[in-house]
């Protein structure tokens, strides 16, 4: 499938950050310029407060932020004053940390000690000293990328994963990114170290950029926008990570017909903050989020049943499980999601629904799993938070 990435201004101050797939809008985050997130962020973060009944602490950062720390993420942190191996963390520790998730709601920051450098190719993890490969690689490229992997002399504390991106893709792309990550590992374990408590040692790239880097890159077709400054800022991204790809970029320049018109992203947008979506068939689906879990109700609407109800039906569940993905990626809905389906009378309908289910969220950047079809016939669906949906993002933008 081609794809293209396409990055404009929806309004003053905020940035469009839209994937297309085949000419379909599949994600869609919105980015107010003016306001960087901190998620990805590396601190020298400062312990507070340690809750033993929920095995937390609580570590601050800049600007006397407090975040959220599970003690089980806390297994083999850096930090900044040697401890013997094996000692609990405590109160007054000073340690590198990094933003895992953003602030949700009435939820503080989340920060893991597990920190983890992001490349085209590679993922260098600190504390997991583990070598792992994309499970979506193919049986041959995961024999030869895993043997070059054991090749490369990493510490002990250091892991590396090797990304689905880097199928097909010679050594010596591969040495440079690596050379690249051992640069920031040399940094963090040494000279980041020596910095003042709650001090940002690492930002993150801002989450339009790593959208680039995440993006599949055999499907890449095109990379788009209409403002200047983003695309010298994409032109010197693309020159220094992912040099191979700087053809892909393109500036968008007629003015009389805008960026965002042409690709019909308003109305893309207003569909994906809506709580009806209309599907080809006549059927729909009604997206509700609440506190605890998000709940899809799959409706046959206009769909004229016909002779054959149960085929019908069928098809309409099978619409849906693709459309209700789609709908994940694209309003960035996670955590617990239940997916209420037309019933359907045979079992094996039900297993193929949620083959299907299972297949299109292989597609998801985030991780995201089908569990079940309860005794109720409800779909249970989990996916990984990290950031804000598109409503709260909207919200934050004042588009709502």
């Known amino acids: 499938m081609d794809s293209t990435r396409l990055f404009t201004c929806i309004q003053e101050g905020v940035l469009a950050d839209a994937l297309y797939e085949d000419g379909k809008l599949m994600e869609l985050s919105l980015h ?3 306001h960087a997130s901190i998620l990805g962020n590396i601190y020298i973060g400062k312990v507070r407060n340690i809750v033993k009944n ?19 993420d806390a297994q083999a942190p850096v930090y900044t004053k040697p401890k013997k191996e094996g000692q609990p963390l405590v109160q007054g520790d000073e340690l590198l940390v990094q933003v895992s998730r953003e602030a949700v709601k009435t939820k503080q920051p989340s920060v893991t000690t597990k920190i983890s450098m992001n490349g085209k190719y590679l993922v260098f993890t600190i504390g997991n000293g583990k070598l792992g490969c994309s499970g979506k690689l193919s049986g041959a490229e995961k024999t030869r990328l895993r043997q070059w992997g054991q090749e490369q002399k990493l510490p002990e504390d250091l892991g590396m994963i090797i990304r689905t991106n880097a199928s097909g893709v010679a050594e010596e792309d591969l040495n440079t990114e690596f050379v690249r990550l051992m ?33 599949r890159s055999n499907f890449l077709k095109e990379i ?57 068939s ?19 609407g206009k769909c004229v049943t016909g002779k054959n109800k149960q085929e019908t039906i069928r098809k ?37 629904l949620l083959e299907t289910m299972r297949e299109q969220l292989k597609y998801d950047p985030m991780k995201a799993a089908a569990v079940d079809i309860t005794s109720l016939g409800l779909m249970e669906v989990t996916r990984k938070k990290q950031r804000k949906t598109l409503k709260e993002q909207a919200k934050e933008c004042g588009i709502l």
């Open 32 to 34: 107010p310029l003016e």
């Open 54 to 72: 929920i095995q937390a602490a609580f570590v601050e950062i800049e600007n006397g932020m407090l975040c959220y720390l599970p003690l089980e």
């Open 183 to 215: 640069e920031q590992y040399t940094y963090l374990k040494g000279p980041a170290t020596h910095r003042t408590a709650c001090s940002c040692v690492l930002r993150a790239r801002p989450a339009y950029l790593s959208s680039v880097l995440g993006s």
């Open 224 to 280: 788009l926008t209409d403002d200047k400054k983003i695309y010298e800022e994409l032109s010197a991204f693309l020159q220094e990570e992912m040099p191979e790809d700087c053809n892909k970029l393109r500036f968008y320049e007629d003015r009389s017909y805008p960026l965002k018109a042409a690709w019909r992203l308003e109305k893309g947008m207003d569909e994906a903050l809506s709580t009806k979506v209309w599907m080809k």
């Open 282 to 300: 006549g059927a729909y689906l009604i997206i509700e989020p609440t506190e605890a879990l998000t709940v899809i109700d799959v409706n046959t």
């Open 316 to 352: 309409i569940n099978l619409e849906a499980a693709k459309e209700t993905a789609r709908q994940l990626r694209l309003r960035n809905l996670s955590g617990i999601i239940i997916v209420d389906f037309v019933d359907m009378e045979d079992p094996e309908d039900e297993q193929r």
